[in-house]
């Protein structure tokens, strides 16, 4: 069985980590994550073909094509001889593939990036036919054809010849494959992991790619970063891409410049279903390697969930602050919402958990398709009888679902699919005046406190309680901080400069709180040039005191 | 004549040093982002697992060659009880062998670069410079190697070696080189063309070999606060 924390006893050390849920019942697949993702971070060229959030259609291929094949693409961990080593191999295997990496999907795999040519719109001869502006690859500028992009099989676009090539689907059997095809549709949005235990930064040769101590996200230094491409090969989510044109690695870096400042990521900022949830998640850092190793896959997920922490543990808030978690950290995963749908209602599933990697965003399984085949059947959809049933008989959506998030496993989607319903299935209760049936939210092991609770926060998802951010410390400074007070109030300390807003003004604003201390080298020119006048205010007029730079005192002024 | 000789012989040698070391260290403190293999492997990819691996690990054996060949005195061979006709036989075998392997490799990924749309978009003005400078090396080292031994009883070891470690001295052994066969002159040449070229060229991802992996911790922490550098790494994996 899985390892746990034993309760009450205080982990040695605590690790702080911002994840996010994902709720797919309320995934519309209208892209708008990938494209401000895109406009934010990746619209330039080398990184054309790279979307740090990409949205895909399940059943489907994905993007990069096939990249749930990891017996092709050897991403992620596998266990040798109870080890825990990269399944493309340990250091000598990655020594031994240095001059040409095997596992490195083709740009073909992803797409090739294109324009158009739109001079030829306005450039073009006059004649009969309308000019048109055909496409042109953005690699080498040559005319190309159209032949696959980030998305071509939205919407199950291409039809059966593109959905053989979901490697779930081939996992699911064929005898169950069509009728699924015909019956069910998902949206799946993916960024980084941000992995427990990622074997991305395992695989990089050059130790660029590193895990954040502070909040866990996993970034690559890119002025160490030499170009070995073995972090694209080595993540299995194939969430790691290789600027073609400065020949470094990229990947999404959870908008760390904006989390730093309490603010959600550009995707979960515009997300127009307001289906993700960002929050603070407390982990025994010293149980994750075991937990990652367990032998059977299906334990995986359990496992995982073991290695979060409890934040209303009066024990565990004390280890947190004494492994260098400040204070409000700790008073965030409180109200953590991520904390709150992973192991309070135990409704949000980790993607893959199979690849042993240890993923950081995970998803509220969606239970519209089944409410959409029992209404396709004249059932009522709403009632608890009839989801409970449709949830058990229904094995299809269950069992892909089981590939998808806990290894085939069905017994925890089934759960978490019950739960959905007994919430539908109570608030419609509530809502239309009806008596409670406190049966419907036992029957899938909550009470009817909970069930609102847990509606509040899918349903109504106000702002404030989808994104609890705490702002950004150092880790290396918080111990001295808590000993010496505020490190900026020592004399000629930026604390103790004159104030920049007058007393009772306007407080700064959010952003220029969050500016980084100015230079030393400004500081001394500010403090340098205090008291002299700024031309820019003087009317001309007079010779206000501090025109001229004061006078140094000379020997004979001393006389 | 003599005055070319001192010039090239006895002279430039130093100023591909001082540009070598000095490009370095410039690459090293203001460039670190564009030290990068910049690969091309996602554009084409079948002819590279080839051509590559052919050609680097050739190359690693050519170097490993020239340390042995241009450092260690014929008198510390002989003291081995290596003989000279085994000495011979093994720079004839293994290093043409490696030569053979890298201009070979060297050739594939020419071939590549030339007809792979992708590629040759992905070449820099720097490359085409580079690029005819690492082959004439190459074929100029592999034809000393092979044709030499055939054709002349000509002893590197007693001649171009023997200058080579005069430039340590600070005592320039030019007639050593200059009595040499042109095809070592012109190999030599290439050579420190290449040198120049190094450090602002794509040669400089030769000095990120990332030989700290062997020994590193597969999971790297870092603090937000730590900055580039590798001091920046805090602790190992949990």
């Known amino acids: 069985m899985a390892p746990r924390a034993p309760r009450g006893r205080a982990p040695r050390r605590v690790m702080a980590q911002i994840a996010m849920v994902m709720n797919l019942d309320k995934c519309i697949g209208c892209h708008t994550c990938s494209v401000t993702c895109k406009q934010t971070w990746t619209n330039r060229s080398g990184t054309e073909y790279a979307w740090f959030n990409n949205v895909e259609t399940r059943p489907g291929q994905g993007y990069p094509r096939g990249y749930e094949d990891q017996d092709r693409w050897k ?65 080498d500028g ?184 400040p204070h409000d950290w700790v008073e965030a995963a409180r109200r953590s919402p991520v904390h709150a749908l992973i192991s309070r209602y135990r409704v949000a599933l980790p993607l893959h958990p199979e690849y042993r990697t240890m993923p950081m965003v995970w998803y509220v399984p969606p239970l519209s398709p089944i409410v959409d085949a029992l209404a396709g059947t004249g059932h009522d959809g709403e009632d608890a009888g009839n989801l409970f049933g449709a949830i058990e008989s229904l094995r299809i959506p269950v069992s892909y679902l089981a590939e998808l998030f806990t290894a085939g496993d069905p017994e925890p989607v089934t759960a978490a699919l019950r739960r959905l319903a007994a919430m539908r299935a109570h608030m419609r209760r509530v809502n239309l005046g009806e008596a409670e049936d406190p049966e419907i939210a036992r029957s899938a092991g909550m009470d009817a406190h909970g069930i609102e609770e847990m509606y509040r926060l899918l349903a109504l998802a106000k702002y404030d309680e989808r994104y609890v951010i705490p702002t950004a410390y150092d880790a290396r400074t918080v111990e001295h ?52 006048v700024n031309l820019l205010n003087w009317n001309g007029r007079g010779r206000p005191a501090g025109l001229f730079p004061a006078t140094p005192a000379t020997p004979e002024d001393e006389r | 004549m003599k005055h070319l000789q001192i010039a090239v012989w ?73 003989s000279e006709s085994l000495y011979r036989l093994n720079a004839l075998v293994v290093g043409g062998a490696a030569g053979l392997a890298a201009v070979t490799g060297l050739a594939i990924l020419l071939w590549r670069r030339v007809r792979e749309g992708a590629v040759r978009a ?52 030019v007639p050593a080189m200059a009595h040499a066969p042109l095809l070592f002159q012109a190999h030599t040449l290439f050579g420190m063309a290449l040198f120049t070229l190094w450090p602002f060229s794509r040669l400089v991802h030769a000095f990120a070999a990332p030989l700290g992996y062997a020994v590193r911790p597969y999971i790297v922490y870092r603090s937000r606060g730590a900055g580039a550098g590798p001091a920046g790494i805090v602790r190992d994996r949990p």
């Open chain 1, 75 to 139: 991403g992620g961990w596998e266990l040798r001889g109870g080890r825990l080593v990269p399944r493309a191999g340990g250091r000598v295997r990655r020594f031994a593939r240095l001059f040409a990496n095997p596992e490195l999907p083709r740009l073909d795999d992803y797409y090739e990036p294109w324009t158009y040519d739109y001079e030829n719109l306005i450039g073009a001869p006059l004649g009969d036919d309308l000019p048109t502006a055909p496409p042109r690859s953005l690699i």
């Open chain 1, 142 to 325: 040559e005319p190309t054809a159209i032949t696959w992009g980030p998305n071509w099989d939205d919407d199950l676009g291409g039809g059966p010849e593109h959905l053989a090539g979901d490697p779930l689907l081939r996992k699911v059997g064929d005898d169950v494959r069509l009728e699924y095809e015909q019956a069910f549709m998902f949206y799946l949005p993916r960024i980084c992991e941000h992995c427990l235990n990622p074997s991305c930064v395992a695989s990089c040769p050059s130790g660029a790619m590193y895990k954040r101590i502070e909040d866990g996200i996993v970034l690559v230094d890119q002025d160490r970063c030499r170009g070995w491409r073995m972090c694209v090969t080595g993540c299995p989510y194939k969430k790691v891409y290789f600027n073609h044109q400065t020949g470094k690695a990229e990947k999404c870096t959870l908008c760390y410049p904006r989390l730093e400042a309490g603010e959600p990521t550009v995707c979960s900022e515009t997300c127009v279903g307001r289906l993700r949830y960002l929050g603070v998640i407390l982990y025994d850092p010293d149980l994750v390697g075991e937990a990652a190793s367990v032998p059977d896959e299906k334990d995986l997920y359990p496992a995982q969930l073991g290695c979060f922490l409890d934040p209303h543990d009066p024990a565990v808030a004390e280890a947190a602050e004494a492994s260098g978690v």
């Open chain 1, 481 to 532: 901080a808590a000993l010496e007070g505020c490190s900026l109030d020592g004399a000629g300390g930026p604390g103790m400069l004159e104030p920049a807003f007058p007393p009772g003004g306007a407080p700064p604003d959010g952003e220029s709180f969050h500016a980084p201390l100015a230079r030393p080298g400004a500081r001394a020119v500010a403090d340098r040039l205090r008291g002299r």
């Open chain 2, 10 to 82: 006895g002279v430039l040698p130093y100023i591909v040093l001082v540009l070598f070391v000095a490009g370095t260290a410039w690459r090293y403190r203001y460039d670190r982002f564009g030290v990068t293999t910049r690969s091309s492997q996602m554009h084409e990819s079948r002819l590279l697992s080839i051509g590559s691996p052919m050609f680097h690990v050739g190359l690693l054996f050519v170097i490993g060659g020239h340390i042995v060949g241009l450092l260690v005195p014929e008198a510390v061979t002989e003291r081995l009880h290596a």
């Open chain 2, 122 to 173: 992905a070449t820099r003005r720097d490359d085409r410079l580079l690029y005819p400078v690492l082959a004439g090396a190459l074929v100029a080292g592999l034809a000393a190697t092979l044709v030499e031994p055939l054709t002349g009883d000509y002893d590197y070891r007693l001649g171009v070696s023997v200058w080579f470690r005069s430039l340590f001295e600070l005592d320039p052994n």
